[in-house]
Structure formats: C-alpha cells, structure tokens
C-alpha cells in the first residue's frame, strides 16, 4: 500500500510538472518593430536571413548596389524593383494588378510561422535564380511547451527514483 502512494504522489508530481513546464513554455514575446535596410547586390541579398517573431512590424527599405533588381516576400503579396543609386523604389501588389507606386519603405505584419523566401523578380544576370534570402517567423510555441513538460515530466521521474532509493522500494 506505501508503494502505491509513493507511485501516485510521483505521478501527480511529474503531472503537475509537466503542466508548470508547459504553460511556462507556453509564451510568445511581445510585438516589437523592426526596420531593415535589404541590400541587393548580383546575385545576394544583405541579409540574406531575417529572424522575427510573429505579430511583429516590420519596415523594410530596399537599396540596389549594382543593377535593377527585384524584391518578391513570398506570403505577403509584396513585389518590388530597386533602381541603383535612388532612394525611392516601385512596390506592387501581384494580386492587385500591375499597379506600381514609388515609395521609400513598406510595412508588414509578420504572419503565421515558418519560412518566408523572398527574391529577386527582375532579371539582374545570369546567376538571377539563385538570388533570394529567408525570413523566418518565430517563435515555434509548442516546441518551447513540449520542452518545458518534457524538464517537468523528468523531475517528477528523477524525484520517484530519489524517493525509490530513500525508501528502497
């Protein structure tokens, strides 16, 4: 009967561990702003990766070192091409049509999770098709959740090792 306490006081400690784990890994960080500053040179992007978390702004200015280039963010119906030594750039929305205006910076919201590629959609040599960079959406929150029941479910099991040894069950 003493075992069987001690077993079901463990569980419900590893249980309750792994639900504190859980809602402590459960978090997402508050939106932030961002300004970035992309430089297209033949045939990168500088940078070429982006890291946020979603929900956050970001404000991006394009600048082109070389030649014209082109700017497509995947997911955010945002294309636009960048003239060398000009600080203003033409943006357009592909499901809008083929409406270009001059602007200086564009804004957006960073959404869902995941790998966004952005890329060049103007021809600027020959190595054009392998000119593109990365935005990636954080944070992934049940991997943070799993990894937190995961530090609570092992303290429950290593405190029922420790009182298996102390009372030599």
């Not at 508050?30 to 045939?43: E, L, S």
């Not at 040599?125 to 593109?132: E, K, L, N, R, V």
């Amino acid at each position: 009967m003493k075992k069987l306490k001690i077993i079901l006081f463990v569980a419900i400690f590893s249980l309750i561990g792994c639900c504190i784990g859980i809602g402590l890994g459960w978090t997402s960080k508050k939106p932030v702003r961002h300004n970035f500053v992309i430089k297209a040179r033949q045939y990168s992007y500088d940078p070429a990766v982006i890291v946020v978390n979603r929900g956050d702004t970001l404000n991006f200015k394009l600048v082109s070192m070389d030649v014209v280039h082109g700017f497509y963010l995947e997911g955010y119906d945002i294309d636009c091409e960048i003239h060398p030594n000009q600080k203003t750039f033409k943006l357009r929305h592909p499901s809008q049509g083929h409406f270009w205006k001059d602007t200086t910076d564009f804004t957006v919201i960073a959404k869902g999770y995941g790998k966004f590629k952005y890329r060049c959609s103007h021809t600027c040599g020959t190595m054009h098709p392998f000119m593109q960079g990365e935005m990636i959406v954080e944070p992934n929150v049940p991997y943070h959740a799993s990894w937190g029941g995961f530090v609570g479910f092992m303290i429950g099991m290593i405190s029922m090792f420790y009182l298996m040894i102390k009372k030599k069950l």
